[in-house]
């Protein structure tokens, strides 16, 4: 972290509890200005309703459109990218998905698709996750759901190919390179954080309707972890064994190749790892233009709301992330083991356990090229049905029998805690909220962030959708809050507990991959059509990453500093709130500030389940004409409101890090 | 792993030693005849070459019936290779532009869009009407009409106000607004008519049906803005609210509404090429017209009786030849 020297500004650094006093002491006199000028200043703007700048912006985006035919660098560039990717794609489909070659089935059926799969998890992986990985891929065709799940796997694993191809080099670059760095961090902040609506009817003007349209959107969301933590890995590698190599006479070249890249290599993985994930995140958004796979499965069957076969779908998509992520981080500990113990096994057994495999994987392979039998997933053993029939009675009877609960516990969270934050934070007017926001981040960050939460607030202003970004940070806030206590729960208990930790993770894989429709439908019947419900969505999806940074956080407490305590005569209580915890501070505000960015991806589907406000002006900009521009002011705002709180709260945990381990 | 690995290229050799004799077994080859799968016949009985038609599939259930019935038309009996496209409408819409869809086969008004790819960059053109009549407005579920006979005219909507409030809508009534897809004049309506209710954006159908299902099944006070033809109201027949009367022109000034919705004629969009082919497809598509019950019994066979839209298109062209005969092209 040395990278980011803060400059040490004007501002003088305060210890830390006058720093709590002095942040009620803003919001006391907030609350208190609130009262007189409550409702002057608000910024209203109706549904309907257009800004000028709304307005240029629509008839910006038609120009381009209309120059389409005649611009040389669509001519000539992005159709022959189009092609390129269109191509790449139908090949993968070709070999696993969809019938090829004048045959009827695709080149390898389903028997060696799971040969192969298992046998790069048992090469580059274990065992563990190679009988991981062919249950999984043996469960693709179970739920009935085979030519689907191959057809999304060709997709990401393009999307990925794509990414990692792109995102590696830049990230290195980024690594060695710090004003490159600054350069490409707030690029990749507005790719990670602007709605993928905003630009999705676009992109297919550009790349046309197709697999290259929903790669390309897949990719977009896709690169940037991978970036970012090649960056990071690569800045990660400790000076003093650069030191030692420059010292040595290596040039730069040389100790990038021979030293920084070998050493970063495992954190590569782990942004391999990550990239897959956010390409999974992408599968049911890109069938909104006819990206083939499991996706459509769910669109479809929520245009009839059955949650059943939308649940279906989604399972497999949740299985087919948990296997790769298993597989890359297996890969990722197999590459650190190796490193650490040197090559300590025999080169000829090794080299005897690839050829077995490869043997076998070519028999299967070859098997399911000629037989119908190892080719076409056997349709007797669907226990899809099953699956359908389970969820939808338990569906039924949760909406019937738990909805006088469910709708208790929404009044009281709107009337108690929603409601009046709303209020003070759109009743207030602009130049206050603004003004407390500045404060904030004077007391909280550093002179730098102060000048960026001003220019924040400017152009949410500027945007002409202040009260809706004010309504969506209201929710953001209260779901950001709600993240954090099931991160601090979930976290400390599995932080401490490696069983624990075993049996939670799958559920915050499901959590973050299930595609939100289709718990939410279920949900909706639950609390309505409510900005409730869109906050429970923003947890499910955001909570899984607050809890495993916590958890990791935990599990990173110095073992004496514990065993000390315990010695000392600590209860578990006493263990938890004033060792555990305080220690892991920095991992804490790391998952604060995750979760939240988390909780703002999430804006434009709360838009969907009745949140209104920014997420529903970006829903209606991407399915009316003139409410374009509407929607794409929309999306920029939530990019702001991200930056804004993400700057924030990142300083304040660099700041918060720097204190903790200043005080040893 | 370690114990095991000692034993395993013996046991290797033995699976590929067991591998090649169960494909000296045998079992159906890929590609020999009765092998699941066939290629789908094209060109049957060598009538006028058809070629390949791209459908976009708008999604909601009422445009796949539609869709699905024309598709299945022209592959069997005009011999056509039809590609379904899964789009929202304005990508849809913008398919006409870049050359990759022939046909919208159900459109909801959008003027905007009309304007902008018929009459300005002239690459579409309207094919007539489907025959079905789309109905937009306000909805109560069918408990409440029965409770309160006289909620049904707007007049009357101030005095259940009250019933309406949820903790979205604080001290107003909710009036629940649905889909971003439809225009819609509801804030502007609230106000002219000083009607004590504020408008929800719920944002989708989806959030818009499971409301409307869970307030007729726990009794509970919903109003909100729905159409038809629509699946849902088979399942349950929400009861519409009278507004003011559309004239022609009520609704010309957004800011100033205060009528009904119009009755919509939903139409066929086609791309200028498409039409300009003289694919027999085209006739298909221009002479489809049917109503909205024929429309509904489709829709019910998908989301109801879960059957994918072909088979329920087939079970509807099987029982109904002579209104399919209508469509064909005469040559």
């Known amino acids: ?664 | 792993m370690t114990v095991s690995r000692i034993g395993r290229p013996r046991a290797v050799a033995l699976l590929v030693a067991a591998g090649l004799l169960v494909s000296a077994c045998g079992g159906a080859k890929v590609g020999e005849s009765g092998s699941g799968a066939a290629p789908a016949a094209s060109g049957a009985d060598g009538k006028k070459d058809c070629g390949a038609v791209n459908i976009a599939i708008n999604p909601w259930v009422g445009y796949e019936a539609t869709a699905a019935v024309i598709a299945h038309v022209a592959e069997k009996d005009l011999g056509c290779s039809v590609t379904k496209k899964d789009l929202k409408e304005e990508v849809a819409w913008q398919g006409f532009a870049t050359g990759e869809v022939d046909a919208i086969v159900e459109n909801w008004a959008h003027d905007d869009l009309k304007k902008k790819y018929i009459d300005d960059q002239k690459v579409a053109v309207s094919a007539g009407s489907t025959g079905n009549k789309g109905v937009i407005g306000w909805y109560v579920p069918p408990w409440m009409a029965e409770k309160y006979p006289d909620i049904t005219d707007w007049k009357n909507l101030n005095k259940y106000a009250d019933l309406f409030k949820t903790s979205e809508s604080g001290d107003k009534g909710q009036l629940l607004d649905g889909d971003p897809s439809f225009v819609t004049n509801d804030a502007a309506l609230v106000k002219n008519l000083k009607l004590d209710y504020k408008v929800v954006y719920a944002g989708s159908e989806a959030a818009l049906i499971t409301g409307f299902r869970q307030a007729e099944k726990q009794k509970t006070p919903m109003l909100g803005y729905f159409y038809e033809p629509q699946w849902f109201l088979s399942e349950v027949k929400l009861v519409k609210i009278k507004l003011p009367e559309y004239t022609e022109g009520c609704d010309a000034d957004a800011e100033k509404v205060a009528c009904d919705y119009p009755l919509y004629d939903l139409d066929k969009i086609v791309s200028k090429k498409f039409a300009d082919s003289g694919s027999p497809a085209y006739d298909l598509v221009k002479n489809f017209t049917w109503t909205n019950e024929d429309q509904n019994l489709v829709a019910k066979y998908i989301s109801e009786d879960k059957m994918t839209a072909e088979e329920a298109a087939e079970k509807w062209v099987g029982d109904n030849p002579d209104k399919v005969k209508a469509w064909l092209p005469t040559s």
């Open chain 1, 1 to 664: 972290m040395a990278t980011q020297a803060t400059p040490a500004g004007g501002l003088r650094r305060l210890p830390a509890w006058p720093r709590r006093y002095l942040l009620a002491a803003v919001v006391a006199a907030w609350v208190l200005i609130w009262v007189f000028v409550q409702g002057r200043d608000t910024l209203q703007l109706g549904g309907a309703e257009l800004t000028p700048l709304h307005v240029s912006v629509n008839e910006a985006s038609e120009v381009i459109d209309n120059s389409r035919n005649e611009n040389p660098f669509f001519l000539y560039f992005v159709n022959y990218i189009r092609l390129f990717l269109d191509e790449s794609v139908t090949f993968v489909q070709a070999l696993i998905s969809q019938p090829s070659f004048g045959r009827p089935l695709p080149v390898v059926g389903w028997l060696g698709v799971v040969a192969v799969a298992t046998a790069v998890a048992l090469l580059w992986g274990n065992l563990r996750v190679a009988l991981l990985t062919a249950i999984g891929f043996a469960s693709f065709g179970l739920l009935g759901l085979w030519e689907e799940s191959m057809d999304t796997l060709a997709l990401t694993l393009a999307a990925v190919a794509l990414s990692l191809l792109i995102g590696i080099p830049i990230g290195v670059w980024a690594g060695v390179n710090d004003r490159f760095d600054r350069l490409v961090t707030p690029l990749l902040d507005f790719m990670q954080t602007m709605p993928t609506f905003v630009y999705l009817a676009p992109l297919t003007l550009f790349f046309l309707i197709g697999p290259a349209s929903a790669t390309v959107a897949t990719v977009i969301y896709a690169v940037p972890p991978a970036i970012r933590i090649t960056a990071h890995g690569i800045r990660e590698v400790r000076p003093a064994t650069l030191e030692a190599s420059t010292s040595l006479g290596a040039t730069a070249w040389q100790s990038l190749r021979k030293v920084r890249l070998p050493l970063a290599k495992r954190t590569i993985v782990v942004g391999v790892n990550q990239t897959i994930m956010a390409a999974l995140c992408m599968v049911t958004i890109a069938a909104l233009i006819d990206a083939p796979g499991l996706g459509k499965t769910v669109v479809k069957a929520l245009e009839t709301l059955d949650v059943g076969s939308a649940f279906n779908a989604g399972l497999a998509i949740v299985v087919m992330a948990i296997v790769l992520d298993r597989v890359t981080s297996a890969a990722g500990r197999r590459v650190e083991d190796r490193h650490r113990a040197g090559r300590s096994r025999g080169p000829g057994r090794r080299r005897a356990e690839i050829g077995a495999v490869l043997a076998v994987t070519g028999v299967l392979v070859y098997l399911s090229h000629v037989y119908v039998w190892a080719a076409e997933f056997p349709s007797e053993a669907n226990l899809g049905r099953h699956v359908r029939q389970g969820v939808d009675a338990a569906t039924l009877w949760a909406q019937d029998n738990l909805a006088v609960y469910t709708g208790a516990f929404r009044n009281a969270v709107s009337y108690g805690l929603l409601n009046p934050f709303e209020a003070l934070l759109t009743g207030s007017p602009w130049w206050l909220v603004g003004a407390v926001l500045v404060a904030f981040a004077a007391i909280l960050a550093n002179v730098r962030i102060v000048l960026v939460t001003a220019v924040c607030v400017a152009l949410l202003v500027a945007l002409g959708l202040w009260q809706d970004s004010m309504v969506t940070l209201a929710s953001t806030l209260v779901a950001t809050v709600l993240v954090m206590v099931l991160g601090v729960v979930l976290g400390v208990w599995m932080g401490r507990s490696d069983r624990v930790d075993q049996l939670v993770r799958p559920v915050l894989d499901a959590g973050q991959t299930m595609p939100p429709f289709v718990y939410l439908v279920p949900i909706l019947g639950l609390f309505g059509a409510t900005r409730i419900t869109a906050i429970i969505a923003a947890v499910v999806y955001a909570a899984p990453v607050a809890v495993k940074l916590t958890a990791d956080g935990i599990r990173g407490v110095a073992p004496s500093a514990v065993e000390a305590a315990t010695a000392a005569g600590s209860s578990t209580w006493q263990l938890i709130t004033k060792v555990q915890l305080p220690m892991a501070r920095s991992a804490l505000t790391l998952a604060a500030s995750q979760g939240l960015i988390y909780v703002l991806a999430m804006v434009v589907v709360g838009g969907l389940v009745g949140a209104g406000a920014l997420g529903y002006d970006v829903v209606a900009g991407f399915s009316q004409l003139q409410l374009r521009g509407k929607g794409l002011a929309a999306g920029v705002a939530i990019v702001v409101l991200g930056i804004m709180l993400e700057r924030i709260t990142r300083t304040a945990a660099r700041r918060a890090d720097a204190e903790t381990h200043g005080a040893h």
